[in-house]
C-alpha cells in the first residue's frame, strides 16, 4: 500500500493563477483531511470530507475548493492564488472519523509570488 | 471554538536528559487526544489518548492523559539526537483534530 500520495512535491504560482493540488489514499478510508501549516505554527485543517459526495468546510476554507467524487481521491483547488496561501499542504485520511488515527501523505510546498 | 495549547514551544536538551512536553486543551465532548512526531515531512502518530491515568508507552516515549485537569503530557526519556523533531499534539472534540502549534524539540550530542 502506497498510504496516502501527494502530487505535487513543489510548486510556484503567480498571484492570480490557479492550480488543483492532487490526494489520493489507497487504505479504503472514508475520511479524508486536507491541512496547512505556516512556518512556526500547527496544522490548519481547511476542508474534510467524511465520504464520497459529502465535504464540509474546516477552520480556514476561504480561497480553497473540494470536490470527493470517489473514496479515493480528495483534489484542493486553489483559485487566485494570493501569496497568503504561501505554506505546505497535507492531506491526510482516517478510517473512522474524529479521534481515529490520521495518516497524512508526504505534503506540497507552494509559494505565491 | 476548541483549542489546543502546548507548551514549552522550543526545548534544547542534551542526549541522556529526559524531556516533558504538555499539551492543555478546552474542549466540547471530547473524543480523545493525539501525539505526532513531525520531523522533516509528515507528522508521524505516535499515541491517541481517550482515557484518564492510563499510560501509553512505546520504548522511551509514553503519554498519559488528564482528563479532569484537561492536559496531558509526553515523556520522552534518555533522549537520542534522532528525537530531534516538533511534536504536535491535538485534540477531537465537535470538530475534526485540531492542532497545537507544537513543541520543537531539538537533542544535541
Known sequence: NAGVTQTPKFRILKIGQSMTLQCTQDM????MYWYRQDPGMGLKLIYYSVGAGITDKGEVPNGYNVSRSTTEDFP??????????????????????EGDEQFFGPGTRLTVL | EDKVVQSPLSLVVHEGDTVTLNCS???????????????????TFL????????????????????????????????TQTGDSAIYLCAE???TPLVFGKGTRLSVIA
Open chain 1, 28 to 31: 479504503n478510508h472514508n475520511y
Open chain 1, 76 to 97: 484542493l483547488r486553489l483559485e487566485l492564488a494570493a501569496p497568503s496561501q504561501t505554506s505546505v499542504y497535507f492531506c491526510a485520511s482516517s478510517g473512522a472519523g
Open chain 2, 25 to 43: 486543551y478546552e474542549v466540547t465532548n471530547f473524543r480523545s487526544l493525539l501525539w505526532y512526531k513531525q520531523e522533516k515531512k509528515a507528522p
Open chain 2, 47 to 78: 499515541f491517541m489518548l481517550t482515557s484518564s491515568g492510563i499510560e501509553k508507552k512505546s520504548g522511551r516515549l509514553s503519554s498519559i492523559l488528564d482528563k479532569k485537569e484537561l492536559f496531558s503530557i509526553l515523556n520522552i526519556t534518555a
Open chain 2, 92 to 94: 477531537s472534540g465537535n
